[in-house]
């Protein structure tokens, strides 16, 4: 499936019909797009799995439909309620997924004019609330990619800003590397309607507002994340993938990240992060290949602290001690901050 989760088919979804699988969250972890990292982190896979199922069942009780069918205990499909110890399968609906085809260095998603329904849309929407000092924002205002103007601000945006109405961007997601684009430029590709983009970015900002209600009950703050959708066979939008955790999304807790950004601040200063971003800059479709390093595992004391703070985001939103032991956020906090370069 991907570099933190795999997939197991249980049945082919076919344009009409969904399919059937399972997820089955890893203790693997990734960052800068380089796929697998060459430590695992333990009970992340758990972690994440049931907190994205508590966060799926929040939605559907908003009306907000879903993928998720539920939990796996002892091969049975189960409400998060339901089960009696942690698990880190999910079982979901299956929407067929349609790559476009690599024509040279250009993709060709022209496949995508005729599909009626039954597909994951390939986009990765992402929203901001604010902007931390490690948001691709202010790297591709840097290199001119884009203007304040293209994110509805009227003018330069400056590191941990928050915003008023929350920036709506988008990227692809079926390329080998991810490529932001703009509404217009997502239109194209993904073939949607006038009506659907609208509705697709309506959804995002109710995704968006739930997350953000659901971590401020523990004091953290949602600064950004992103989201997957697809379309039922009648062509109604749909979430898919997982949401709402530390890998989906960048939560702060009195401005300290609280995140997978704790582990991209540890490697961002190293020889191998400067090398990814030199590779990528000669060859955006095979820099991984042409990558002069390889990243070293985590201290193994920084390993315990994110596992640690994984478990705990858990229980803290869940309200529930599904790992027992953990300290609070605020404690692992303390240790982490102890490691990370200042």
């Not at 509404?183 to 949607?192: G, H, R, V």
């Not at 995002?204 to 600064?223: A, Q, S, Y």
Request: charge should be neutral.
């Amino acid at each position: 499936m991907g570099s933190v989760k795999d997939l197991k088919i249980l049945n082919r979804a076919t344009p009409g019909n969904f399919g059937q699988a399972r997820f089955i969250f890893s203790d693997r972890y990734s960052i800068f797009d380089w796929g697998e990292m060459p430590d695992r982190i333990n009970y992340k896979g758990v972690a994440i799995a049931l907190l994205g199922a508590y966060f799926f069942e929040k939605l559907e009780k908003i009306g907000v439909t879903t993928h998720y069918a539920g939990l796996v205990e002892n091969n049975i499909v189960k409400k998060l309620s339901e089960i009696k110890k942690p698990t880190n399968i999910m079982e979901v609906k299956l929407l067929r997924v349609i790559s476009p085809e690599l024509q040279g260095d250009q993709y060709d998603y022209s496949i995508y004019r005729t599909e009626k329904g039954g597909f994951l849309i390939p986009l990765e929407v992402i929203y901001r609330n604010c902007l931390p000092p490690g948001s691709s924002v202010f790297k591709r205002l840097k290199n001119e990619e884009i203007k304040p103007g293209d994110l509805g601000l009227d003018k330069e945006p400056v590191p941990n800003q928050k915003l008023d109405t929350p920036i709506l961007d988008v990227s692809t997601k079926l390329e080998v590397t991810d490529r932001y684009l703009t509404w217009p430029e997502a239109q194209q590709i993904s073939c949607l309607h006038d009506n659907e983009i609208i509705k697709l970015k309506n959804l995002t900002n109710r995704v968006n507002d739930l997350i953000t209600r659901e971590f401020l009950k523990i004091g953290m703050v949602n600064e950004d994340g992103k989201i997957e959708v697809g379309f039922d066979s009648e062509r109604r939008l749909m979430v898919v993938d997982v949401l709402g955790t530390l890998d989906e999304c960048r939560f702060t807790l009195n401005g300290f990240p609280v995140s997978k950004e704790i582990a991209r601040i540890y490697y961002r200063d190293t020889a191998w992060c400067q090398a990814v971003e030199q590779a990528k800059k000669e060859n955006r479709q095979q820099w991984k290949n042409i990558c002069e390093l390889n990243p070293e595992p985590l201290s193994s004391g920084l390993n315990l602290l994110i596992s640690q703070i994984y478990c705990a985001c858990t229980n803290e939103i869940t309200e529930n001690e599904w790992f027992k032991d953990v300290p609070p956020v605020k404690e692992i906090l303390k240790e982490i901050k102890k490691i990370l370069p200042s």
